[in-house]
């Protein structure tokens, strides 16, 4: 009787919560706190009527602040602040405390840091040799990135924005497969593993070669 009890509280609970969900997707009103969003981090300004002159304006309300409120329509909320009432743009409002105007910088930069890396890659790839690789008798090969403790990318496919399956640190022995003017299929006997990797992070391993030309 009591799990039938809780599953009924737990299933009107979800009915609740999808029916406050509904009026904020919505824009109906809503009363209760919520918190200054602004997308810049800016204060937003506290107004006396909903108009954005500029002699309406009663105070700035900080970034972060709660507020409480009232109702709103489709562009304005009226809210309750410093015990004064009046209106603010409802977009800049969210349900939720946003997190420091500092860390969503760094978000921000980390996401268009992001974007601008692999808008380079894909420029870098456009300018690779994309034809198909031609089976070659197996060479030994080194990693050599040319600068300590860089590793180079073996690639799902010959293709710069293909998964990158792992990354060999300089000096790892592999095998050359097959190849093309920028790319080599390898294989690496440690692991057994196969993958593709710039020629250009390869060096042609001629060891063998000058020990027979020593003897």
């Excluded at 743009?89 to 978000?107: G, T, W």
């Excluded at 399956?165 to 093309?180: D, H």
């Amino acid at each position: 009787m009591m799990s039938r009890r809780f599953g009924s509280l737990l299933l009107v609970c979800l009915l609740l919560l999808g029916v406050c969900v509904s009026a904020l997707a919505a824009g109906e009103m809503q009363q209760g706190s919520m918190y200054v969003n602004t997308a810049n981090g800016k204060a937003l300004r506290f107004r006396s009527s909903k108009s954005t002159s500029a002699d309406n304006v009663l105070t700035e309300i900080p970034y972060g602040t709660k507020v409480y409120v009232l109702d709103w329509d489709s562009t304005w909320a009226r809210i309750r602040y410093n015990s004064a009432v009046g209106y603010v743009v409802k977009k800049h409002l969210s349900i939720a405390r946003p997190d420091s105007y500092e860390v969503v910088q760094a978000e921000r930069a980390e996401q268009e840091a992001i974007k601008e890396q692999e808008k380079a890659v894909k420029t870098a790839n456009s300018k690779l040799d994309h034809s198909k690789l031609k089976k070659v008798d197996t060479y030994d090969v080194t990693v050599r990135t040319g600068v300590e403790d860089l590793a180079a990318s073996l690639y799902a496919k010959a293709d710069l924005t293909s998964e990158v399956l792992v990354a060999y640190e300089e000096g790892t022995r592999l095998e050359v497969t097959a190849k093309n003017k920028d790319w080599a299929l390898v294989y690496h006997g440690g692991t057994e593993r196969t993958g593709y990797m710039l020629l250009e992070d390869l060096e042609e391993d001629l060891v063998e070669d000058e020990i027979l030309e020593d003897d």
